[in-house]
């Protein structure tokens, strides 16, 4: 009897010891698995954007020999440049730092705003709202470059659609070179990005109307509340913190604007942007000290406007609560 009893405690001692090992080698496992995955999206950080980042801080320091092609430290020196630039405008630097906020502006007082009501109404299932949110998405789905040729060939002086359009309404004088006419380029690039960010912030913001309780809204609406009062005093509030995270994207993606003015007017006539300005000291010029400089520059600023938005941003979400 002792000898069974001793054989049986050893096969529970064993089969807790098998137990123990299988479950070290399923956590072995899924630990392997989880520095796999993320293997790559940490190296890529770590090359991609803090190397890079730290490698930028280094060249604002720092000015290029053209004689010898070594980069030498130089101080403030590329700051100083930068900044009489600015004040001069020369190089168009001026500008560009003026269209920057006037994005960030853009972005977050027009587009964010407009999004907002966009949805709200497409919410309450119109006619043709299915048909109009895809219209609205079509831009994000499309390669950029194929829709600012579309833009491009709806504003051409000479064969596009407005212009056209104008000469058949007999308002001939009205036509102009709209991409090339530094009164109406930056306002055409403007209106080209609400066309094309509208539709991405319509599709979040619409999400998080879905997930409004229908009770609130059918009580709503059997107490008599308008559409207006249902937007301000129910919607609004209920989606506050949703709408402010695609105000801070916003806000963050007016520092990176490039593309836009890059294909439509190649940052002429008024329409230029800090990031295109440095993309073309790099390409261009090759003054990598003035680019890191601007660069560096921008992200403080960047940093700066977006802390504070997203502080109004907070205080505006405790006021609703």
Known sequence: MKKLAKAK????????????????????????F??????????????????????TLAYSFQRLNRFTGEMRFSGL?????????????????GTAFRNTFLWLGLNVLVIGPISLVVSYVLSKKIPLHRFYNAVLFIPNI????????????????????????????????????????????????????????????NLILSGAIAKIPKEILESAELDGVSNWQEFIHIIVPSIWPTFATVTILGATAAFRVFLQPQLLTNGQYGTSTIALKVVDEVLGGGDYGLASAAGVVMAILGFI????????????EAKWS
């Open 305 to 316: 406007a977006v802390y504070l938005i997203k502080k109004f941003l907070d205080k505006m």
């Open 142 to 201: 499309i390669s950029i470059v194929i829709l600012t040729m579309v833009w491009s060939f709806i504003w051409a002086p000479n064969q596009g659609i407005v212009n056209d359009l104008l000469r058949m309404l007999g308002l001939d004088h009205l036509t102009r070179v709209w991409l090339g006419d530094p009164d109406t380029a930056l306002i055409n690039v403007f209106i080209y990005c609400v066309w094309a960010g509208i539709g991405f912030n």
């Open 34 to 55: 989880i520095f796999l995955m993320l293997a790559w999206p940490i190296l890529n950080w770590l090359i991609f954007t803090l190397y890079m980042n730290l490698e």
């Open 77 to 93: 020196t590329n700051y100083k440049i930068l900044f009489q630039k600015i004040i001069n405008n020369s190089d168009s630097y």
């Open 9 to 32: 405690d050893k096969d529970k001692f064993n089969g807790s010891n098998a137990v123990k090992l299988d479950s070290k080698r399923k956590d072995r496992t899924r630990n392997i």
